[in-house]
């Protein structure tokens, strides 16, 4: 068997970049410009862009990729281009509601206007204040406000006179006591006390009497004459103070109302101001006075909280503030919960208990990005119980409305604010893994009505000369931004190749452009640490190697083992039903292999192949699924005609966790050929690729990390110019390998072999051709396939002469199965016997 047909040439091994970068004439990335482009990108740029621009209601944007490929960034730059273009949104400021304080009223002002009329309405304040103290206390005020008084207290007394007047005429008389005006006897000139009452005659009492009701009816109807004087003196005072106040403050509105004539929630706030200002006259002149002397001061000692003003009604909650901006806002809120994204209402303490009002309101990240984009990140999203659902109801109903998260867990109702909701216009662009995507998708109805775009972003694209050149200006851009040493041509395409083994693909390039900045400065770390003011090729090179070193001990310990035989792996020599398969281990960012011993025993029967890992619970179902395929190849390549007597045991040999992929199914069934045949295994050899059910051998993944691996163990041991790794053909455009193992290929010490199909990778295994079938639908008696059906037949031989009654059955079973196949054709005439049975009802034979 002449293997040397199927070995993969050096040069296949791995691609290299040098060749390509000389061509375009670069010394180093200083002579390169900026990249300020998204490469690799197009089709999530188109999505982007399509879910940006389309108006319509639900279009919002998921922005989905694996981590590295720059997700964020991208969408970042993006929208930041698109929201210089677009107008800037308008500013939105919370008010006083004078008709109901517990519902704030949102004012939209023109951008950088809230700001503005903050300052306005503080001033305004501030002016009222001042006309109010001084109009109240000048001395023609007072005038008028004494005369006022002086002219209703004449009229009350000479009401009150006439009331005395009258209850005298009828022997009684008005008396002012502490506790108000009183009617007592009038008799003799004098109101007489009690006593003297007492001694008036009898008939004179009875008769004072019975006069009473009357004359006190009389007195009342006369005394509302007095009450209706009081309210006319309080309704003139307070008009008095009314007109004074009017004309102290109306000239002060004058100027913002036409300012702000074409709002109308400013005007109507306006007014509100005003009208309350009138109607709390009173409170605002005490204020104006100074504190009485000698009025007890409060403890200092005492618990104090933050002094309230009247006057604190008036002032304006900036919300937004677009002063700063230009064009769109975009928003990346790095801690999306439901407060953080619709806002929230605070609350100080006074007295012990917890009290807020309107200007205790706090934006949102919806508040500070409606009318440009929101971006957030889809996984700490989804990590707060609440802000999911915050989000769909802002979006779904198109505003915003702040509500206090604690009502609603809260056992009992308490008053708290209701801001008024304010209208949303924004474009919100989630980022996220696919699983993610697909999981909301599928999981929430709501979802799929309102991220209407998927911006799929793809994490290779192809491996062609702008690409390259763009991974050098990625590179430039880093070095320029960050202060890094400018990269080589040379050390360039070590990155370049970097990125293609990183998607494992000699014709594609990594999109993951998170892990290629790593690399740039990691590479520039140590370029400076070796006092190189240009990063080598060298240097980048000890950047992965110092990598990989880190990363790296769990491999070593697993190598180690193997070395001092406590995992037992051959590497030379020859075995029968014993070969090395090869499995992938990975801890986080590093991903390793290690051989695993595989090994099979046959037996006597028909029970076909037992995986002791799937009996014992230790596989996976893609694992199952593999040995179910191979015994369908076997089934259908040596038991057409008759039955495959088969009884074989696979087991990984050594292995105490869960073994789970198809990769191996090859290794299985070379393994299972060599214990059936006898035909020994070279054990420097390993095996990786699974297999279809017509004994082709299929791709695999991690096929740079399982050739390394083994070359790793091999050359530990020492390499003797016999061993290697057989891979599938269809992953030699995979290769990326270490430019080591190239160098060893190179020299003769290692192999790759690439197969097509079984039975070019036994030939290899075994030095023995697998034959083909002659004219006659024979194997050579000495080819793999013709020792293994011969074996077949000795088995079957073996078991009809041990166990001729099982054998008689199987025969009957034979013909019943060929008769119901093939039913005998009825006589001319007759109806043909059912389900394949003579007529007599019972098969031939029986």
Known sequence: MDASRYEVPPDQLRRACTAELEAVGFASTAELGRLDSIIGQERATRAIEFGIDIPSYGYHIFAMGPVGVGKMTTVQRFLEQRAGTRPTPPDWCYVNNFANPDRPEAIELPPGKAIVFRKQMEDLVQRIQESIARAFSGEQYEEHRAQLIREIDDRKRQVLEEINQYANSQGFALVSTPGGLMVGVYEGGKVLIQEEYQALPEERRRQLEAMQPAV?????????????LDDEARTRLQNLDREIGDFAIRHLFEPLKQEYEGIHDAQVFLDGVYRDVLDNLALFRSLAQPPEAGKEQSDPAAPQSRPQ?????????????????????????????????VGRIEYRAEFGTLVTDYSMIKAGALHRANGGYLVVEARKLLQDPLA????KRALRDRKIAIQEIAQQFALLSTTSLEPEPIPLDVKVVLTGEPHIYYLLFELDPEFAKLFKVKADFAEEMDWAGENVMNYAR???????????????????????????????????????????????????????????????????????????YRSSQVEERIRESIMADILMITTDGLKVGQVNGLSVSYLGDYAFARPTRISCQTMLGREGVM???????????????????????LAGK??????LSLAASLCFEQTYTEVDGDSASAAELYVILSAVTGIPIRQGIAVTGSVNQYGEIQPIGAVNEKIE?????CKARGLTGEQGVIIPSRNVRDLMLREDVVQAVREGKFHIWAVSTVDEGIGILTGVEAGERDEKGEYPPDSVNGRFLAQMEENERLMRRRWPVEAKALNWFQRMLNHVK?????PEGKKPPEDGKPEGGKPEGE
């Open 638 to 643: 040596f038991a057409k005609d008759r039955p």
């Open 309 to 341: 003003s009247p006057y604190d009604r008036y002032r304006v909650n900036v919300l937004v503030d677009n002063s700063q901006t230009r064009g769109a806002p975009v928003i990346v809120e790095s801690t999306p919960t439901c407060r953080t994204l």
């Open 474 to 548: 990625f590179i430039a851009t880093r070095c320029a931004d960050e202060g890094l040493p400018h990269f080589t041509r040379d050390a360039v395409a070590k990155v370049v190749e970097y990125g293609a083994r990183l998607v494992e693909d000699q014709q594609k390039l990594s999109t993951r452009f998170a892990f290629v900045a790593d690399l740039v400065s990691e590479a520039a770390y140590w370029a400076q640490r070796s006092g190189h003011d240009l990063v080598q090729a060298e240097d980048v090179q000890r950047a992965l190697d110092e990598k990989r």
């Open 709 to 713: 691996g083994f070359f790793e163990v």
């Open 611 to 633: 995986n002791i890992d799937r009996e014992s619970k230790l596989s996976g179902n893609i694992h199952d699924k593999g040995l179910l395929i191979l015994e369908r190849y």
């Open 388 to 391: 999911w659902d915050c989000l």
């Open 822 to 826: 093939k039913p005998p054709a009825a």
């Open 216 to 228: 006190q009816a009389e007195m009342e109807r006369r005394f509302r004459k007095v009450r209706a």
